[in-house]
């Protein structure tokens, strides 16, 4: 298959905007781990804007990355990878990046004294909030993990092509490149009868809501990505008609949330204006970011490694900072460059350069390129990468 930088570039810059949101956690009224002795109020809108498509376009990328696995790969050899990809790292995630976060937090609380050698045998006892053991940031892989294994059946269905209502959807959107909104259906649903019973937990157990919607835009990305001409022809004709609802849409969207209750435009319209961004966030990184880059070559091996690390550092200056009188801007700008600069020596001067520790981090070996799937992770996109 034919290599899109244009999705190498959605993947880390989707990442690189989820650190910058981890950062304006420490700021805003929103319950976090850790918070700056200033509330910021007016930071929550911009982080309320991007809040509404950041990560339901991973997992659309994610099964963007699964069709091109699925090309070169069998199911047995895909959930292999899958296994090695995401379920070590999130094991070592646990036992290595988490434990320094819950430590910090319970500091904070009051909860915790002595060193963190000390504090560590702790982490094991009882499950997060009420105990200290979780995977916190990390609830993305196992999610990841568990949707790709039950999908797979149906991914190995769809690749044989004797699905007529795929072929006939395909058609559909070749012709008429609005029926791409057909996929704002089944989200409808999800947001109008699962949302107001299941609040997101992100502890997989009872989360009913974000399992279903992340799954839905999981195999969207599939579905999308397996017969990719009809979808790029279509979202190039669409990507400012798209642009233009989604500023439209998300104001509305909030003039309901602060205006109404229980009104069925708000799962309506939040649908829309989340598939909106979706859309033209495509469309128009087809049109100038589709370009081989030694930048996004780089950026591609390394944006897993930093996934994994980055709200530890966060934490860790955050806790450093939280009661210095400085102003919110610096304490923003010294996190999120603490956060960055550090996150990057230990990719490349640990885990780039280490065989081990890179499986460890989810890094392929050091003789391949690591394709845009590698937090879907794993899928070469061309037969080189393997």
Known sequence: MERRYDIDWI????????????????????????????IIDWLQWPMLFVNQWRLPILFVVSGMGTAFAFSSKSGPEYIKERLTRL?????????????????IERLAQGKAEGSFLTFYPDFFQGTYPNGNFSWHHLWFLPYLLLMSLLATPLFTYIRKGKSRALVYLNKLISKYSPSLYLFVIPLFIVELFLEPLFPVTNALTNDWYALSRYTILFISGYILMADRESFWISVDKIKTPSLILGIISFPALLWLWYNTQDNILIPLIKTVNMWSWIIAI?????????????????????????????????????????NNPMHYLWKFTIMAIGTYGLSWLIFEFIIRRNFIIGILFGVKGKKTTVSFDNLNPGSPITKTDL
Do not use: C
Request: glycine share 6%.
């Open 11 to 38: 993947r880390v810059i989707a990442f690189d905007t989820l650190i910058l949101y981890h950062v304006g956690m420490f700021f805003v009224p929103w319950g976090w781990h850790i918070k700056n002795n200033e």
């Open 87 to 103: 379920l070590i790292p999130l094991i070592v995630g646990i036992l290595v990046v988490v434990p320094p976060q819950v430590y």
């Open 282 to 322: 495509f469309g128009f990184a087809a049109l100038f970011l589709n370009r081989r880059s030694t930048v996004i070559s780089y950026r591609n091996q390394a944006v897993y490694p930093f996934y994994i690390l980055h709200q530890t550092f966060i934490v860790i200056i955050g806790y450093w900072l939280m």
